[in-house]
């Protein structure tokens, strides 16, 4: 099974189809600025679930991150996960720093 993933960014989403279907197997919706892209929601259809739809839109959006030197703010909980359980994408997670005053 491949599955192929796009960038649709007039739909602010990545987009999984599974081999060359038309049909729209998963989505992660995200918001980009110019300095961090935050992912807000991700989704894989029920009948693609357990096939690697998920995994091939968190890689594919995290790595296009990486290459546009983007941070990472993963307000999505499977994104997030996923961050946690692959280490060497966890340099791109956005870190928020407060400044404390007296």
């Known amino acids: 099974m491949a599955v192929k993933v796009s960038d649709v960014p007039e739909a602010k989403r990545y987009e999984a189809r599974v081999d ?21 929601h991700t989704e894989v259809s029920p009948a693609y679930e357990g096939r690697g739809v998920g995994a091939a839109l968190a890689r594919t959006a995290l790595d ?10 993963a307000t999505c909980p499977f994104i997030a996960g996923w961050i946690a359980r692959h280490p060497e994408y966890q340099d791109l997670v956005y870190q928020a720093h407060s400044r404390v005053s007296d």
């Open 20 to 40: 060359g279907e038309s049909t729209v197997a998963g989505v992660a919706q995200y918001i980009r600025t110019t300095e961090l892209v935050a992912f807000v």
């Open 64 to 73: 296009e991150a990486r290459a546009a030197h983007l941070l990472v703010l």
